[in-house]
């Protein structure tokens, strides 16, 4: 017997969420948030698995002897996920220029795991080819060497092409669903969507865009979801340590529809396909260079830092844009006085708040969330 579109729906749900908080599979390369080259990964024939933290999933007893109690919480959790055997399985880890916290996170896992692979990612912030360009074909080089090497198998342009063709899908899939978010959000909540995207860190690639279109196929013809009463809003501020999930159904149950957001930056840092004739390796550096989204970990060349938040707000039709950072999030607070600035000046309405991963307590959050989408409301009635 078929299952009706809001049984499709509800399954393919909690098949995320049980994917979404998975362990890493075998034969998988870990990596924190925002970008690495997952494709290189792919063509070797490892899983990309991303590391989000352990969320409010997860006891913090030995973590915290490892970092101070004033930084985020996600890099005690990671240490905590280690230490506790939820990371045996990997391959290796990738620690990309996050932060000075990440950084020194990475050095962290070398001392406590000197048998295992691990690298910092120096990603570039010129934008130069010559410069920038030359710097980061290097870095990718090298990468290219590590990952042949724990495989056992060369990467050739073939493959790597092929893993940059599966990737493009995942990525035309992710900019799909954001797409459809937009036009009705009632349809495709933030709180559903938010464990269809994260499931993509613990499966294959190609199985996530399946998972993602069986999704938007089902939400799209579930007759039984009705547009709300809800303001329009972008969230901002969650590009690296992962909110907790509670807090996402909380906002819409405060009456926001988030029609954008800074969730999973690392999966769709590339804004667009990567071109897969000529030399894959430079197309890859092409695409970091002149294709790869903004957040706060990242040089403006431009020099304007809200560019991005201003483009999203109009694009989406958007009423009003939340920034939820994490607590001592460096590179969100420190960005935050230059994006309200420029939202100010436009006359953008905006309130802020800011949360840990393991967050349990939302009266607080649903009450400013709440007054801030009745306010908006009253505002564009008047």
Known sequence: MACTESECVADCVRRAETLAFADPPPHSIGYMPIYVPRE??????????????????????????YFQSYICRIPRSTIELALSGHLDRLDGML??????????LSGMWQM???????????????????????????????LRRDMERIAGRPIDDEALRNSIAVYNENRAAIRELYA??????????LSEAYLVLRAGNSVPPEEHTALIRDY?????????????DQSRVVLAGMF???PPHGLLVTLERAGCAVVDDDLFLGMRWIQGDIPLDGDP??????AYLTASATTASRYSPEGHRAKWLLESYRRNEAEGVIFCAPSFCDPALLEQPMLVAALD???IPHTEFKYSEDTGQFAVIREQAGTFSDSIRLWSAS
């Open 40 to 65: 290189l990964i792919h063509a070797a024939g490892l899983l990309p698995a991303g590391l989000y933290g352990g969320g409010d999933r997860l006891e913090i007893i030995r973590g915290d002897a």
């Open 95 to 104: 620690f990309p220029s996050i932060c000075d916290v990440i950084r020194n």
């Open 112 to 142: 406590l795991f000197p048998d295992r692979y691990v690298r910092y990612i120096d990603v570039p912030q010129n934008f130069d080819p010559a410069v920038g360009g030359r710097f980061w074909r290097h870095e990718l080089e090298t």
């Open 180 to 189: 459809q978010r937009s036009r009705a959000p009632w349809r495709f909540p």
């Open 216 to 228: 938007i196929r089902g939400a799209e013809n579930d007759l039984s979801r009705r547009e709300m």
């Open 240 to 242: 690296c340590e992962q």
């Open 281 to 286: 390796l430079q197309n890859l550096v092409d």
């Open 345 to 347: 000046r436009a006359g």
